[in-house]
């Protein structure tokens, strides 16, 4: 062999011994790179679609916020505090329905309250039928009846909605109900057959602090919510 063969060969050797010195050798008596699971573990852990993974623990509560809070910086900024009840509540319906968006939400939400308070006001069944449920629906119609026996009118316009503020948030079933509460500020005023006032002031602005729920079927593909409660608040 010439030189250079001889050269090639000592250096193959060499590389062979530092990278069994560095790598060891198998003999078959290793320990796995982990712990696997017992299968017992794993079936649990299959019904939630999770598999626990040694030295961690996860909690697989529905309700639960995010193990890494960067996935969803401030979800609900200026809506709810970060692991709060109200925010637990909002995740819960966002994770049923994901193209839930509580700003445009609470948006529509003072629409809705608007329109149902001034179709009170002006006895339209029909709008409020589109906007009520049932049986906030039957409490209104006969609301409007009585007051129509007597004669009565109301008059109502608002001059602003000061606060529409979530207050509590949950699925039950298939239904979401958020509770929503206003602070506005409107001049109501209910006259007799003979235009007399009977009560309010047409000449002075009234506070108003209601706190009102809605509700809507989740697995619906109707998008719109529903007035499902009514309350005054202080």
């Not at 900024?77 to 966002?94: N, T, Y």
């Not at 109501?188 to 057959?193: N, Q």
């Amino acid at each position: 062999m010439d030189i250079y063969t001889i050269i090639f060969l000592a250096l193959a050797v060499f590389i062979f011994l530092r990278l069994r010195n560095v790598l060891g050798q198998r003999t078959g008596d290793e320990r796995p790179p982990f712990d696997v699971p017992a299968r017992g573990n794993l079936r649990g852990a299959a019904d939630n679609n999770v598999v626990p993974l040694p030295g961690k623990v996860i909690d697989q509560s529905p309700l639960a916020p995010s193990a890494d809070p960067a996935v969803v910086p401030d979800r609900w900024k200026g809506i709810a505090e970060p692991g709060s009840v109200l925010a637990r509540g909002l995740d819960q319906i966002a994770a049923t329905d994901p193209s839930f968006d509580a700003q445009h939400f609470i948006t529509g939400a003072k629409s809705a309250y608007e329109m149902i308070v001034l179709a009170f006001a002006n006895g339209d069944r029909r709008a409020l039928k589109d906007l009520l449920s049932s049986e906030v629906y039957e409490g209104f119609e006969t609301a409007i009846k009585e007051r129509e026996q007597r004669g009565e009118k109301v008059e109502t316009r608002f001059a602003s909605i000061d606060k529409a503020d979530i207050v509590s948030a949950e699925t039950r079933d298939r239904a979401a109900q958020i509770t929503v509460r206003f602070v506005s500020q409107m001049i109501s005023v209910t006259r007799d057959k003979a235009d007399t006032v009977v009560d309010g002031n047409p000449e002075k602005l009234t506070d108003v602090t209601d706190v009102w729920t809605f509700a809507r079927d989740i697995s619906s593909r109707d998008p719109n919510w529903k007035l499902v409660g009514t309350e005054s608040g202080q």
